[in-house]
């Protein structure tokens, strides 16, 4: 069955639902660019009565120490790399972080290519998942836009890819049709405003996803 993150969360309301609904992952975006950041203490009080459902910090070009204090106060599971992180900065983390998972993404300018998909194996040296988003020269995530799901083929072998980019319940089946992936991530697709949930999106998103 298909890993289900569902990302930008700020309200334990939202966390607490979407746990129920069965979802895998919550994630929590601690960037400083992004209009979902979500304070330490913040996310802290949103777990407390989420329930067992595991938890993902998103970092962009954050320093591996203060990641390990992310990871360490929040009891994360998985960690999310969506910067310019190079190889020698996840070889850090992942000596750093123990058995937490480590996630990299993978923004695509040209789908399709031989250099990401060579980019990709570099990465899976230390990471133990790519995610494969789409690329935005002021953003990093959170565009809300799709990827060509069949250019990417074989960019990632699908036990090591989660897919990310302006997913919905209208279109989750055709990427996990296409690419088989380990799991799927969704954010600003399912959402009333920036870091709040549309719940009654977010449960048609998980019932597709969980259907496949």
């Not at 919550?26 to 595991?54: E, V, W």
């Not at 990641?67 to 009891?75: F, N, P, T, V």
Request: charged share 30%; aromatic share 8%; with cysteine.
């Amino acid at each position: 069955m298909t890993w289900t993150k569902i990302c930008g969360i700020n309200k334990k309301s939202d966390a607490e639902a979407i746990a129920k609904m069965g979802a895998d992952c919550i994630g929590f975006i601690f960037s400083t660019d992004s209009p979902r950041r979500i304070q330490l203490g913040q996310a802290k009080r949103i777990l407390k009565g989420s329930g067992n459902i595991y938890r993902a910090g998103v970092f962009v070009n954050e320093k591996v120490e203060k990641i390990k204090s992310h990871i360490d106060y929040l009891g994360l599971d998985y960690v999310q790399l969506s910067g310019d992180e190079g190889l020698d900065h996840i070889r850090k983390l992942k000596d750093a972080a123990g058995e937490v998972k480590i996630i990299k993404t993978l923004r695509l300018k040209k789908t399709g290519s031989q250099e990401a998909s060579g980019i990709a194996r570099k990465y899976l040296e230390y990471a133990d998942y790519i995610l494969l988003d789409s690329y935005d020269k002021y953003q990093y995530g959170g565009t809300g836009r799709t990827i060509d799901w069949e250019k990417v083929k074989g960019i990632v072998e699908p036990k090591k890819l989660i897919v990310s980019g302006g997913l919905y319940h209208g279109n989750a089946g055709k990427a996990i049709e296409i690419l088989g992936p380990f799991g799927v991530d969704a954010s600003s697709r399912l959402e009333a405003s920036p870091g709040v949930k549309d719940l009654e999106m977010v449960k048609r998103f998980i019932k597709t996803v969980k259907g496949f």
